[in-house]
């Protein structure tokens, strides 16, 4: 027995004690898994399942692709200094999913990290100015 027939009726066990199946939705299943996973693994086509596209990677090299002033995109390995929502819709993918997915924290900013600081140094700037105007107004 081949191994993509081994691995279809494993698959196809695992179906058959969750749902009710006749012997020939069985065996058709059978032929349908094993057809596919002889496909996918000789990679005449890419798997269906569009979120299984994204490379898995540990939480270390999600930290590590946001690096001093570049963030590199995890899916394409793009280097830019913001992974924009334009970049991002390109794979079909939102920021918030994009953290979800790569276990980054959910305010994890998608930018370069000095990129990040001149955003804040600008923010505090603002702040600063704003007391200023308060307190001018008093
Ligand atoms: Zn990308």
């Given amino acids: 027995m081949d191994e993509f027939l081994q691995a279809a009726l494993d698959i196809a066990k ?3 004690s969750v ?17 596919k996973i002889r496909k996918i693994q000789s990679g005449e ?27 590199s995109c995890l899916i394409c390995g793009k280097k830019c200094r913001v992974l924009t929502k334009r970049h991002l819709d ?5 920021a918030k999913e994009y953290r979800e997915h790569f276990g980054l924290k959910k305010d994890t900013p998608l930018v370069a990290k000095s990129l990040l600081r001149e ?20």
């Fill in 19 to 35: 749902r009710v199946m006749t012997e020939d939705q069985l065996a058709d299943y059978v032929q349908n898994v094993a057809e």
């Fill in 14 to 16: 695992a179906q058959a």
């Fill in 90 to 94: 390109k794979h079909g993918i939102y």
């Fill in 45 to 71: 086509v890419e798997p269906e399942d569009e979120g299984s596209a994204w490379p898995t990677v540990t939480p270390e090299e999600a930290k590590k692709s946001i690096r001093e002033n570049t963030i």
């Fill in 119 to 138: 955003r804040r140094a600008k923010m505090e700037e603002m702040r600063i100015w704003e007391r200023r105007k308060m307190s001018d107004a008093e």
